[in-house]
């Protein structure tokens, strides 16, 4: 597709369900990266694909949140069990090299975000 | 640990009118990458500009021009004539160079809301 695409849009969850947010990204982009980004905040930093593999999982606040992207496109983040305090917008962003490196053309391309309220 | 921080939460700026942005970072690297991003209520993050660090000579994009002192770790946005466009959220990110590891997240300010005025 032209651009990064997430859904759905808005989702609104009880306490204690589970809840998948969806990351498409740009066709054969290598990099995907999973962003929070709760009120008023900057997006923090989740976790990093890099095709198939899940590089990076440092930004993941519990074992409750789990990511996948089994094909090295699509991506999901799963939150399970979800609290009051998951309440963020969820970015996804996809570039089209590794994430390492210092090519000044590694930029991101952000998708519109996933915001989840759990009440 | 590498950190960013803006510390206007608003700015207003009548149109056609400049505005400058501030953010400051904290970081060991000698090698990084600086991003201003806009985003506005559409939640879409969009990158206004990037400078590299070991670049003495500041980035400019149309309208948009930064301020980059290196040894004072500040990375101030410069909006010339405003639009009211340019209404939305600002995040200045920092962004390591070294390839050391697997990734090379970007660490976001809390941003700033930039107001323009008719």
């Known amino acids: 597709g032209a651009g990064v695409s997430q859904s759905p849009r808005y989702k609104v969850a009880k306490r204690g369900q589970d809840v998948a947010l969806r990351c498409d990204p740009i066709s054969g982009h290598v990099s995907l990266f999973w962003y929070q980004q709760a009120l008023g905040q900057g997006p923090e930093f989740l976790t990093y694909f890099q095709n198939e593999a899940q590089l990076d999982k440092s930004g993941l606040p519990s074992d409750r949140f789990f990511a996948e992207r089994p094909e090295g496109s699509v991506s999901t983040l799963k939150i399970q069990r979800t609290q009051q305090e998951d309440s963020a917008v969820y970015l996804c962003a996809s570039s089209t090299l590794p994430g390492g490196g210092s090519s000044g053309a590694n930029v991101l391309t952000f998708g519109a975000g996933s915001r989840l309220t759990v009440l | 640990a590498q950190t960013v921080t803006q510390s206007q939460p608003e700015m207003s700026v009548q149109e056609a009118e400049t505005v400058t942005l501030s953010c400051t970072y904290d970081?060991?690297?000698?090698?990084?990458?600086l991003f201003w991003y806009k985003q506005p209520p559409s939640r879409q993050m969009i990158l206004v500009i990037r400078?590299?660090?070991?670049?003495?000579q500041n980035a400019t994009e149309n309208r948009f021009s930064v301020n980059f002192q290196k040894a004072a770790k500040s990375f101030s946005l410069k909006i010339s004539d405003s639009q009211l466009g340019d209404a939305a959220m600002y995040f200045c990110a920092y962004r390591s160079a070294f390839y050391g590891g697997a990734t090379n997240k970007l660490i976001f300010g809390t941003g700033t809301l930039l107001a323009v005025q008719p």
């Open positions: 970081t060991s690297e000698s090698d990084y990458y």
């Open positions: 400078q590299e660090a070991y670049k003495q």
